[in-house]
């Protein structure tokens, strides 16, 4: 085996690893946000449910119904980012099943990059 070629194959496999370095992160980022949202909502919503339960069994028909309100207004916003996050997977999913795309008239081909045990897309130009 040539020293050169593989220095130069170490060379290439690091600059495709610094280069999709910010790209992970942020799509990780952005999933990882939305499920602590979702999480939230739901902790919410059960805090709610627990208040107009509370004033059910107390016969406090404002607390009740404020608990009731909140519960309700809090399952719409975890429906809606649950709903919401599976929609980003999705298209996340779908950009990167594409063998190649067109940018300003440069074309990118995806490479599978191995990193720490753990295979990552990430789309060179051409």
Known sequence: MNIRASIAGLATAAVMATSILPVIPAAAQDSHHRQQTKNQWRNIAIGSGAVGLYG???????????????????????????????????????????????????????????????????????
């Open 56 to 126: 059910l069994a107390t016969h406090n028909t404002t607390l009740g119904l404020l608990g009731a309100a909140g519960g309700l207004y809090s399952l719409n916003r975890y429906e809606h980012d649950r709903k919401s996050q599976s929609k980003m997977d999705h298209d996340r999913a779908a950009f990167y099943q594409r063998s190649s795309y067109t940018k300003n008239g440069h074309r990118y081909v995806r490479r599978t990059v191995t990193r720490n045990g753990h295979q990552y897309y990430t789309y060179v130009r051409r």
